[in-house]
């Protein structure tokens, strides 16, 4: 008999999400072989047969104020998507974080009788907590990245599955920092300092000028210092090419990368970088690091309003329920206080041995196969028909 053909909608909003969506989709495919997806993508998963209505670019947008600006395009995007989807409804709707373009998107579609999926839990835990009502009425089941989510989904009676985190399958357990070093034509004596300042514009803008003073401070204490700036696109590279000639600090050793993220942070002694993804790969890559972060004015001022449950932003802060890396927000991120922290790290190597072991217990926990466990979750919400179709001896 040949597989029913299985129609899979998604919607991945930026980079982070697409890494999510692609291993997601390889994981399903081998199940149902016979599955075709469509909805906001990528490259990487247009590379994977991916039909992309829209770029995912178009959603990749954070903070108030930058969403703002987009409001426009960004509904005309949902208003597009619900008006096809509803048209042709797929065997399941899968939502890869960008919760508010998502979940909104999600409601309409599960009134309508499609199945949808959210991967990866938004930040209840964080704050915003009243939202796990409006994902109650959006999704058929949540697909939680962290092992402290379940419980807060299963008190309010909505479907959820742990599958860990993809990151902490991709990413090896032992350090590879020789390794990396010798990729990257640095000694192993030499201190190196990784700088990540954001993959998106909007990031560079704010915290381009910083980092780059953040450098000047450490060098002007560590003259040996070497400093890895790992950059995602030409238009980043150009917005940090121009922070250093406004910085006058073309002549600091700062090494401008194209990608190679994951090998700077393996490389480097101690990471400085933006609030996000990032400071969860630095974590699983074992490396010590301090975490910043600044958004538009009124959108720092938005979020305070609103307020937040927990007194940290960074996830490896978050997951571990205490502050274990420092971080500094908004007016508090001065170059001043984000160098003397570095120095002050870096100067303690009993600490940066603290972090590592800590570290090193994170990733084995949220090691769980997160693919397989992610399409297993999503076979429950096809139809019975459908999931009879599946290959059982994927995965």
């Known amino acids: 008999m040949t597989p029913a053909v299985v129609r899979i909608a998604m919607v991945a909003g930026e980079a982070s999400g697409e890494l999510l969506a692609s291993q997601l989709m390889q994981a399903l495919r081998a199940r149902l072989p016979n599955a075709v997806f469509f909805g906001v993508g990528g490259p990487r998963m247009v590379g994977l047969g ?4 829209h770029p995912l670019e178009k959603l990749a947008v954070r903070g108030y104020v930058e969403v703002l600006r987009h409001y426009r395009e960004i509904l005309g995007i949902r208003r597009d998507l619900k008006r096809r989807l509803l048209a042709d409804p797929p065997d399941v709707f899968i939502g890869v974080d960008a919760p508010d373009f998502n979940l909104g998107l999600e409601k309409v579609l599960k009134r ?13 835990w964080a704050w915003r907590g009243e939202r796990i009502h409006k994902i109650g009425a959006a999704v058929s089941r949540v697909l939680a990245l962290f092992p402290f989510e ?13 599958v860990g985190h993809p990151l902490a399958d991709m990413l090896p357990l032992e350090d590879g920092r020789e390794g990396a070093r010798t990729l990257l034509g640095l000694s192993a004596q030499e201190p190196v300092f990784a700088l990540l300042p954001g993959s998106r514009q909007s990031e560079l803008q704010y915290m381009s000028e910083p980092f780059i003073e953040v450098a000047r401070r450490i060098h002007d204490e560590i003259p040996a210092a070497v400093f890895l700036v790992p950059l995602a696109t030409r238009e980043t590279r150009a917005l940090f090419e121009g922070a250093l000639h406004r910085c006058s600090a073309q002549q600091l050793p ?6 190679h993220a994951h090998q700077a942070m393996m490389a480097a002694d101690l990471v400085l970088l933006a609030s996000g993804t990032a400071t969860l790969e630095a974590a699983l890559l074992k490396r010590p690091m301090v975490i910043a972060y600044k958004v538009a004015p009124l959108s720092y001022r938005l979020w305070r309003r609103i307020g937040g449950y927990l007194p940290y932003v960074g996830l490896p802060n978050v997951l571990s329920g205490r502050f274990v890396v420092p971080e500094f927000l908004q007016d508090d991120a001065t170059p001043e206080n984000l160098a003397q922290a570095m120095l002050n790290l870096y100067a303690d190597k009993t600490v940066c041995a603290r972090l590592k072991e800590g570290f090193r217990l994170m990733h084995l926990q949220l090691r769980q196969n997160a693919a397989e466990k992610a399409a297993a979750a999503v076979l429950t919400c096809l139809p019975a028909a459908l999931r009879d179709h599946a290959d059982p001896a994927a995965g």
């Open 112 to 124: 309508h009788g499609i199945p949808t999926v959210h991967y990866v839990s938004p930040s209840i």
């Open 254 to 259: 700062i090494r401008l990368l194209f990608g």
């Open 150 to 162: 379940p419980v807060l989904y299963e008190k309010q009676g909505i479907p959820v599955s742990y």
């Open 50 to 53: 991916f039909d992309a209505w």
